[in-house]
C-alpha cells in the first residue's frame, strides 16, 4: 500500500451549522437547513428555495474591508480553512511553510460577484465595473485566500470539476502528499451559487425541485416523489497529513484516508450514463488502491441528489459494485439536509463520512417516506442509526460526466 494519508482536522460552515461540529450534530438530528431564500428577493423566479447559510457576517470572522473584496464563497472557505487548522492543531496557521499546500475546489466560483458586477457594467457604465471584480470572481481564489490567511506556501491549486470538485480536490491532494511535494494539505470545497442568475439556469435545465410551499421537504433523496435538487452553500475543509508527520507531532488523528477513483462518463452534459457506469467505474477504481474489498464497506454517503435519474442510477451503480452485500450496507444522502453544495458537496460529505466512522453513527436520508421501488436499499429513511463503521465511501457526481470517490476508514496505527 502507498504512504498513507490521515485526516487531522475538520471545518465547515452550512446551512445547518456553522461549524463542523454544529453541521454534524444536525445532520444526525435529521434537520433541513432548506428555507425560502433571503439574501436576494426571489419573487420572479420559479424556484425560491434554497439551504442557505442564515444570518452570515463575514465580519465576525475577519476584517470588514477584507471581506468586501472578496466573493462569498471566499469568506467561506476561509472560515472553514481557520477551523480546520485550529482542530488540527495549527491555530497559528503555518508560518509561511512550503510544505503545507491547500487545495479549494469549486463548481461556480464567484458567480454572485458576476452577476453584480455586469449589472453594475449596464445600468452605471464600465468605469463603475469594481477594480476587485476580476480577482473576486476567479474560481481560484477561495483557494488563494485560505493560502495567503493561513500562510501556506506549498502546492496550492482550485480542482474545478462541477460537483465532484472537492471530491477531486481530496484525491489530487493525498496524491501532493505521496509525491512529498507536501507535508499537509488543507483541502476541501466552497461554494456560493444563490444569486438569480445561478437559480434561474439551473431553474431553466429542470434540474430543481418546485416545492416552494414546503422548503424542508424539498429535497428528498430516494423518495418516489422527489422532483429535482436543492442548491445549497457554505464550505467544509480537511486537514490531510502525512501519516508519520501527523504522528511525530502528537496529533488526533481522526481517520485515514486510503483512496480515491475519478472517471468520465464521455456521455452527456447533465444526465449520468445509463445504470451509473461512471459510478461504478468510480467506486471500483477507489477500491482497487484502498485494496479493500466492497465486502469490508460498512456505509456509503451517496451523492442522492434528489432528482430522478441520478438516484436511480446511483442505487444501480451501488448494487453492480456489492452486489448481495449492497443491502447489508448503511447508506444515506445527507443532501436531504444540507442541499446540494455543487463544488463543495463532496467536501461536506467528507466531513459527514468521516463522523460516521468516529461516531458510530450514520446520518439520516430526510423526507424519505415514499421509497421508490427502483432505489430498495438502505439508505436510513429519516432516523439516525447507530453502527460501527470501519470503512466507508463518499461518492460525487458531476455535470460533464464526473464521478468521484473517496475511501475513508478508522485509524489504526
Known amino acids: 500500500m502507498d504512504e498513507r494519508i490521515v485526516v ?4 465547515a460552515v452550512t446551512a445547518v451549522g456553522a461549524t463542523a461540529a454544529e453541521t454534524w450534530e444536525s445532520l444526525v438530528a435529521g434537520r433541513s437547513g432548506v428555507r425560502t431564500i433571503s439574501i436576494f428577493d426571489p419573487s420572479r423566479l420559479s424556484v425560491r428555495i434554497a439551504a442557505e447559510v442564515s444570518d452570515w457576517k463575514p465580519e465576525d470572522y475577519m476584517a470588514r474591508k477584507d471581506a468586501r473584496r472578496m466573493d462569498r464563497y471566499s469568506q467561506f472557505a476561509i472560515v472553514a480553512s481557520n477551523e480546520a487548522a485550529a482542530d488540527a492543531g495549527f491555530e497559528s496557521g503555518f508560518d509561511g511553510s512550503d510544505r503545507v499546500g491547500v487545495m479549494i475546489g469549486t463548481g461556480i466560483g464567484g458567480i454572485t460577484t458576476t452577476q453584480e458586477q455586469f449589472r453594475i457594467l449596464d445600468s452605471r457604465g464600465p468605469d463603475r465595473v469594481s477594480p476587485f471584480a476580476v480577482p473576486m470572481m476567479l474560481p481560484n481564489m477561495g483557494s488563494g485566500q485560505v493560502s495567503i490567511a493561513l500562510q501556506a506556501r506549498g502546492p496550492n491549486l ?4 462541477a460537483c465532484s470538485s472537492a471530491a477531486d480536490a481530496f484525491g489530487l491532494a493525498a496524491e501532493t502528499i505521496r509525491r512529498n511535494e507536501a507535508d499537509v494539505m488543507v483541502v476541501g470545497g466552497a461554494e456560493a451559487p444563490l444569486c438569480e442568475m445561478a437559480v434561474a439556469g439551473f ?9 416552494n410551499e414546503d422548503p424542508a421537504a424539498a429535497s428528498r433523496p430516494f423518495d418516489v416523489e422527489r422532483d429535482g435538487f436543492v442548491m445549497g452553500e457554505g464550505a467544509a475543509v ?8 501527523a504522528v511525530a507531532r502528537g496529533a488526533e488523528i481522526i481517520a485515514e484516508m486510503c483512496g480515491y477513483g475519478s472517471v468520465g462518463d464521455a456521455y452527456h452534459i447533465t444526465q449520468p450514463a445509463e445504470g451509473g457506469d461512471g459510478g461504478v467505474r468510480a467506486m471500483s477504481l477507489a477500491l482497487e488502491r484502498s485494496e479493500i474489498a466492497p ?16 438516484d436511480k442510477f446511483e442505487t444501480m451503480a451501488i448494487k453492480s459494485v ?8 448503511s447508506i444515506s444522502s445527507t443532501k436531504s439536509m444540507t442541499g446540494h453544495l455543487l463544488g463543495a458537496a463532496g ?20 423526507n424519505l417516506d415514499h421509497p421508490d421501488p427502483d432505489c430498495d436499499l438502505d439508505y436510513t429513511p429519516n432516523v439516525c442509526r447507530e453502527r460501527e463503521v470501519r470503512v466507508a465511501l463518499s461518492n460525487s457526481m458531476g455535470f460533464g460526466g464526473h464521478n468521484a470517490c473517496l475511501v475513508f476508514k478508522r485509524w489504526e496505527g
Open 8 to 11: 487531522t482536522g475538520m471545518g
Open 158 to 161: 482550485a480542482p474545478m470539476s
Open 203 to 211: 431553474a431553466s435545465a429542470r434540474a430543481l425541485s418546485g416545492r
Open 238 to 245: 480537511l486537514v490531510l497529513e502525512r501519516a508519520e508527520h
Open 295 to 310: 465486502s469490508e464497506v460498512d456505509y456509503i454517503n451517496a451523492h442522492g441528489t434528489s432528482t430522478p435519474l441520478n
Open 322 to 329: 456489492f452486489g448481495e452485500s449492497a443491502y447489508g450496507l
Open 347 to 366: 467536501a461536506v460529505e467528507a466531513v459527514a463520512t468521516v463522523e460516521a466512522i468516529r461516531s458510530g453513527v450514520i446520518p439520516p436520508t430526510i
